[in-house]
């Protein structure tokens, strides 16, 4: 699996849009771009993935650069319950192993 | 509701002794993985299982030992053989080592003493 490159750490203020880039230069053509959240102490929770086309859902929206070198994951309203390590992660599918390789991730603060 | 459960939350144990984590899952899941963390580090695979009374090595494995007798459970084993057994301790699942989204438990917090 290829690897990514995020900022340690970022903040923002609650109720204001956030965006976390994920850089990724060496992706190849059957990577999936996913992003988990892991809040403290907790296991990580999913967030979002996607391959080509931008994608939103209830959680989140990622925007995928046109060349895929590149992505990020977009909190339209940061809330407290939004502070956590973000990991973006790419996976090929048709391998064996199916496991996920996590980075640090960045840390996200949410002021009040 | 559907989750994976993992037990307990805190875990101490003496050194040299043998020490078995617990990880039940009710998603109806083939797959299932153990990840380690450690503090302000990413998470690595100790061992994942595709299927009933399969499981193969992750990234980690030495020190440890699992079984998956059953396809809801998928216990993990820290043996007195682990250097540095002190952790952060994860379970997930997913519908299969092919499937996007992996499904975590809570965690297990293993402390060496």
């Known amino acids: 699996d290829a690897k990514t490159t995020q900022p340690n750490s970022m903040e923002s203020n609650e109720e204001e849009p956030v965006h976390l880039p994920c850089n990724h230069s060496?992706?190849?053509?059957?990577?999936?771009i996913h992003w988990y959240r892991q809040l403290p102490s907790q296991g990580p929770e999913y967030v979002i993935h996607g391959l080509t086309s931008n994608v939103n859902n209830r959680m989140a929206s990622l925007a995928i650069a046109e060349d895929r070198k590149s992505s990020t994951l977009i909190l339209h309203r940061a809330t407290l319950r939004d502070a956590a390590v973000y990991y973006c992660i790419l996976h090929s599918y048709g391998g064996s192993q199916g496991n996920l390789i996590f980075g640090k991730g960045t840390k996200l603060s949410v002021k009040p | 509701d559907g989750g994976i459960t993992q037990s307990p939350k805190y875990l101490f144990r003496k050194e040299g002794q043998n020490v078995t984590l617990s990880c039940e899952q009710n998603?109806?899941?083939?797959?299932m993985y153990w990840y380690r963390q450690d503090p302000g580090q990413g998470l690595r695979l100790i061992y994942y299982s595709q299927i009933v009374n399969d499981f193969q090595k992750g990234d980690i494995a030495e020190g440890y030992s699992v079984s998956r007798e059953k396809k809801e459970s998928f216990p993990l084993t820290v043996t007195s053989a682990q250097k540095n057994p002190t952790a952060f301790y994860l379970c997930?699942?997913?519908?299969?080592?092919?499937?996007?989204?992996?499904?975590f438990g809570p965690g297990t917090r293993l402390t060496v003493l």
């Open positions: 997930a699942s997913s519908i299969s080592t092919n499937y996007n989204e992996q499904f």
């Open positions: 060496t992706i190849s053509g059957t990577d999936y």
């Open positions: 998603l109806n899941h083939d797959a």
